[in-house]
């Protein structure tokens, strides 16, 4: 027992060793952004849940970029954004409609359920219809959205000079089989993709069909993180962090065995992407989107960095030493 304080310290030693950063550099590269939704109109992301109308609550505009659009798309990327996310829905004619919310009423001047409108109908819509900074008094994108709703192919015939990461709004399989079907008779557009994610049967077919896309689930990210914690201080990534996207919420990140440079490495070893996003706290997530949280990500960071405002975001990043 006399020896017991000398081994608590050795092996406290040993697990420091195989997890410092002090002792480890990051991986080569440089930070890379992600623009959730593309350049878009931006609001507080406090007190907001599934059913809040955010059209309803955006800041005083600064620009004219409507979320999930292809020029909201292309600014992101000129702003510096190597990933663009954007949500998709599968119409009752079999076209992905590239658009956020479930149902019309809040965004656009049309009504009803999008996965359930054709998309014709989708294309007559304003979809800045519902965009409002001061409760309604104006309404200042009204008219400049007709006809901007995008399908999936218009965002990859603009030819994007990034990646799209696309999101599954829906629980349908169908969802996943038919993207899947699309990026085989479009084999180019593949190379567009840089994952998926959402609801789980679409992802997971997806994925089952489409060899080497990645992409995850709330499922998956959950399994990855909790069986990492449980083996990442000897350095064993588990088989659910492989060959997937790894999203760390950034208030949480130093609980990780290894954070930032041994978990990073050990990650891109095993064939994953690490995403970091914004703080989490009660169910919600929001991005990296302020000076201050630029500030505090880690140095010569080279994984993803999650952002809804990559207007300002990206020459910050730009900027840092």
Same mark, same amino acid.
């Given at each position: 027992?006399?020896?017991?304080?000398?081994?608590?310290?050795?092996?406290?030693?040993l697990?420091?060793?195989?997890n410092s950063?002090l002792?480890?550099?990051?991986?080569?590269?440089?930070?890379k952004?992600m623009?959730?939704?593309?350049?878009h109109?931006?609001?507080s992301h406090?007190g907001?849940?599934?059913?809040?109308?955010?059209?309803? &609550?955006?800041?005083?505009p600064?620009?004219?970029?409507l979320?999930?659009?292809v020029?909201g798309m292309?600014?992101?990327?000129?702003a510096g954004?190597?990933?663009?996310?954007i949500?998709v829905?599968l119409t009752?004619?079999?076209k992905?409609a590239?658009?956020?919310?479930?149902?019309?009423?809040?965004r656009?001047?049309?009504?009803?359920?999008?996965e359930e409108?054709?998309?014709a #109908?989708?294309?007559?819509l304003?979809?800045?219809?519902g965009?409002?900074?001061?409760?309604?008094?104006t309404?200042?994108f009204r008219?400049?959205?007709v006809?901007?709703m995008?399908?999936?192919?218009?965002?990859?015939?603009?030819?994007?000079?990034?990646?799209?990461l696309?999101?599954f709004?829906?629980r349908?399989?169908?969802?996943?089989?038919?993207?899947a079907?699309?990026l085989a008779a479009n084999?180019?557009?593949k190379?567009?993709v840089f994952g998926?994610?959402?609801?789980a %049967?679409p992802?997971?077919?997806?994925?089952?069909?489409?060899?080497g896309l990645?992409?995850?689930?709330?499922?998956?990210?959950?399994?990855c993180l909790l069986?990492y914690?449980?083996?990442g201080?000897?350095?064993?990534?588990p %088989?659910?962090?492989r060959?997937?996207?790894v999203?760390?919420?950034?208030?949480?990140?130093? &609980?990780?065995?290894?954070?930032?440079?041994?978990?990073?490495?050990r990650?891109?070893?095993?064939?994953?992407?690490?995403? &970091?996003?914004?703080?989490?706290?009660?169910?919600?997530?929001?991005?990296i989107d #302020?000076?201050?949280?630029?500030?505090?990500?880690?140095?010569d960071?080279?994984?993803y960095v999650?952002t809804?405002?990559i207007? %300002?975001?990206g020459?910050?990043?730009?900027?840092r030493?």
């Amino acid at each position: 027992m006399r020896n017991a304080p000398i081994f608590i310290l050795g092996f406290a030693l040993l697990i420091w060793s195989f997890n410092s950063s002090l002792i480890a550099s990051a991986p080569e590269g440089a930070t890379k952004l992600m623009a959730h939704r593309g350049a878009h109109q931006t609001f507080s992301h406090e007190g907001i849940d599934d059913d809040t109308c955010t059209a309803s &609550l955006i800041d005083p505009p600064r620009h004219d970029f409507l979320e999930n659009t292809v020029a909201g798309m292309q600014a992101a990327f000129a702003a510096g954004a190597e990933v663009v996310e954007i949500d998709v829905h599968l119409t009752p004619d079999k076209k992905f409609a590239v658009f956020h919310d479930w149902t019309l009423d809040c965004r656009t001047d049309g009504q009803g359920v999008t996965e359930e409108t054709d998309s014709a #109908t989708l294309k007559t819509l304003d979809i800045g219809y519902g965009y409002t900074p001061d409760g309604g008094k104006t309404y200042p994108f009204r008219g400049k959205g007709v006809g901007q709703m995008p399908m999936l192919e218009d965002m990859f015939a603009a030819d994007p000079a990034g990646k799209l990461l696309i999101n599954f709004k829906s629980r349908r399989a169908e969802e996943g089989e038919a993207l899947a079907a699309l990026l085989a008779a479009n084999p180019a557009w593949k190379d567009k993709v840089f994952g998926i994610y959402g609801g789980a %049967e679409p992802t997971d077919a997806a994925l089952a069909a489409v060899p080497g896309l990645k992409g995850y689930t709330k499922t998956s990210v959950k399994a990855c993180l909790l069986r990492y914690f449980g083996t990442g201080w000897i350095g064993y990534v588990p %088989e659910a962090c492989r060959n997937t996207l790894v999203p760390v919420p950034s208030n949480y990140a130093f &609980l990780f065995w290894g954070w930032p440079n041994r978990f990073l490495t050990r990650m891109k070893d095993a064939g994953s992407e690490v995403v &970091l996003i914004g703080p989490y706290a009660g169910g919600s997530t929001v991005g990296i989107d #302020t000076a201050g949280q630029v500030e505090d990500l880690p140095e010569d960071f080279p994984g993803y960095v999650w952002t809804n405002r990559i207007l %300002e975001i990206g020459p910050a990043v730009k900027a840092r030493p």
